[in-house]
């Protein structure tokens, strides 16, 4: 039996299936770093700063975002099913130049990072999910993003990678040049990612 610690590895990888509605693959899984898994793996609770906490994702110029489209959701394992407790939030725009500073390194020509974060009634609402479920045997934390396109999606390539902050170090990649055509059908693809408003 797989241990239950390895849960945090494969939900956090929901950025994907989310963009993609609902599409998680080996395909998807294969673009994840080995070194995100394990630290997924070893993530607790109390590591997860709220005010720090951010989502970050290298689309292709064509690709953003959608208006609310940005997610989080934290769940919580307890001694019992009752104890289990789940927190859903949609992230905001970090749009001020510092907080692309720490992506810097990852910048490429015909790509944009976007970078979200908590409104500020949701760091404390975060922070009080937090306190009160402090004796949780077990965390996972998931990312979603609902993507729209301002380009055509043309034939070629559409490689994405998606960024985790849980607190004030670095970024770390969750999925890693994941090109969107290798995972969905042209037409499902263009279902799953429509034009933008």
């Not at 294969?30 to 997924?40: A, D, N």
């Not at 975002?65 to 789940?86: E, Y």
């Not at 729209?148 to 994405?160: A, I």
């Not at 960024?163 to 279902?191: G, K, M, N, Q």
Request: charged share 25%; aromatic share 4%.
């Amino acid at each position: 039996m797989r241990d239950k610690r390895s849960t945090p590895g494969v939900a956090s990888i929901a950025f994907m299936s989310t963009l993609l509605g609902g599409c998680t693959s080996l395909a998807v899984m294969s673009h994840v770093p080995v070194s995100t898994m394990v630290r997924l793996a070893s993530l607790k609770l109390a590591e997860i700063v709220p005010s720090e906490l951010r989502v970050a994702a290298r689309l292709p110029e064509a690709l953003e975002p959608r208006r609310d489209g940005v997610k989080v959701r934290l769940d919580v394992s307890g001694s019992s099913p009752a104890a289990r407790r789940t927190a859903d939030i949609v992230l905001e725009p970090a749009i001020e130049p510092g907080e692309l500073a720490r992506l810097s390194a990852h910048m490429r020509a015909g790509f944009r990072i976007w970078v979200y974060r908590l409104s500020a009634p949701d760091v404390e609402r975060l922070k009080r999910f937090i306190a009160e479920a402090g004796g949780g045997s077990g965390v996972s934390i998931a990312t979603g993003v609902d993507a729209c396109h301002r380009k055509p999606l043309g034939e070629g390539r559409l490689l994405t990678t998606t960024f985790l902050r849980t607190h004030a170090t670095d970024y770390f990649i969750l999925t890693e040049e994941l090109d969107l055509h290798s995972v969905v059908s042209e037409r499902d693809l263009a279902a799953r990612v429509p034009p933008c408003g």
